[in-house]
């Protein structure tokens, strides 16, 4: 089943297409080629509205952190950090 949602975003998707088409431009060409093959899961989210984007955020609290953390002598620190970041009602700064 189909939503609104993802009605209207092929059809976005669609005119998209015919102006990047009729452009001809080699970079407009590149942009029509990278939205065709995950066209579906970029839909998708109209249906389910789940994002990676927490998932991201954790990722890059982490990689904040090993840089900060680069030193430490106790590695059983450093992973009980990361444990725990969830809990950290702060911004990581450095």
């Known amino acids: 089943m189909v939503s609104e949602d993802q009605k209207t975003g ?3 998707h669609g005119r998209l297409d ?3 088409q009729s452009i001809g431009h080699r970079h407009a060409e590149e ?8 066209l579906d899961g970029i839909l998708a989210y109209y249906d ?3 994002s990676t984007g927490p998932l991201e955020g954790t990722n890059n ?9 680069y030193g430490y002598r106790d590695n ?3 992973k009980l950090k990361i444990m725990a970041i969830h809990l950290a009602k702060y ?3 450095g």
């Not at 942009?31 to 995950?38: E, I, K, T």
């Open 18 to 20: 015919r102006t990047s």
């Open 31 to 38: 942009v029509r080629q990278n939205l065709a093959s995950p």
């Open 76 to 78: 059983e620190f450093f």
């Open 61 to 69: 609290k982490i990689k904040t952190m090993k840089r900060q953390a």
């Open 91 to 93: 911004a990581l700064v």
């Open 48 to 50: 389910y509205r789940i």
């Open 10 to 12: 092929r059809e976005i």
